[in-house]
T-cell receptor, first 114, second 113 residues
Framework: KAGVTQTPRYLIKTRGQQVTLSCSPISGHRSVSWYQQTPGQGLQFLFEYFSETQRNKGNFPGRFSGRQFSNSRSEMNVSTLELGDSALYLC?????????????FGQGTRLTVV | DQQVKQNSPSLSVQEGRISILNCDYTNSMFDYFLWYKKYPAEGPTFLISISSIKDKNEDGRFTVFLNKSAKHLSLHIVPSQPGDSAVYFCAASGDNYGQNFVFGPGTRLSVLP
């Protein structure tokens, strides 16, 4: 069974640009969550999508947005990039949502903003 | 304000001995807790979880203990192996619906041969 796949693995962008990251969850998983990992802040929850709807949202500015498609694949977009957006962006998928269950993470996309 | 704390940034243990990683939380609404292990350049890997209705959960060499009154949980690894060397994250959730986890800052475990 294939794991969570994130593309691209590495990305370098210039301040002010926008970026789109992609996540393909494990087959059959309908929940996709996004996290930002930085050395200073650790892993911080961005948002969660379930059945194409944003179900939970963390404390990030509106520049961070996402969506989920009917096949459960998800994209995350960051507009007007800032230097502080440089981080490892992790996607996690899980089966469903009546109860909290463990999430399975992808390898992440390393975004560097210069 | 950190809701999930791991006060030891690093821990070194001899191979074969017990590793104890600690985690404290402040939000009494958390009712589900997980431990993840992370190697460099990889995403976190789920290790073990515990819900607030239990005080212990065991899976092979890994045991998680939960003390709700103290808002404290710990992960015991016995016996420790060099392959256990990684960063360990404690995570908590208060949702019965959804996957909004609050992660601790992590503890880097080094198991020395």
């Amino acid at each position: 069974k294939a794991g969570v796949t994130q593309t691209p693995r590495y990305l370098i962008k210039t301040r002010g640009q926008q970026v789109t990251l992609s996540c393909s969850p494990i087959s059959g998983h309908r929940s996709v969550s996004w996290y930002q990992q930085t050395p200073g802040q650790g892993l911080q929850f961005l948002f969660e999508y379930f059945s194409e709807t944003q179900r939970n949202k963390g404390n990030f500015p509106g520049r961070f947005s996402g969506r989920q498609f009917s096949n459960s694949r998800s994209e995350m977009n960051v507009s007007t990039l800032e230097l502080g957006d440089s981080a490892l962006y992790l996607c996690a998928s899980s089966t469903q949502g009546a109860q909290v269950t463990e999430a399975f993470f992808g390898q992440g996309t390393r975004l560097t903003v210069v | 304000d950190q809701q999930v704390k791991q006060n030891s940034p690093s821990l070194s243990v001899q191979e074969g001995r017990i590793s104890i990683l600690n985690c404290d939380y402040t939000n009494s609404m958390f009712d589900y807790f997980l431990w993840y292990k992370k190697y460099p350049a990889e995403g976190p890997t789920f290790l073990i979880s515990i819900s607030s209705i239990k005080d212990k959960n065991e899976d092979g060499r890994f045991t998680v203990f939960l003390n709700k009154s103290a808002k404290h949980l710990s992960l015991h690894i016995v016996p420790s192996q060099p392959g256990d060397s990684a960063v360990y994250f404690c995570a908590a959730s208060g949702d019965n619906y959804g996957q909004n986890f609050v992660f601790g800052p992590g503890t880097r475990l080094s198991v020395l041969p």
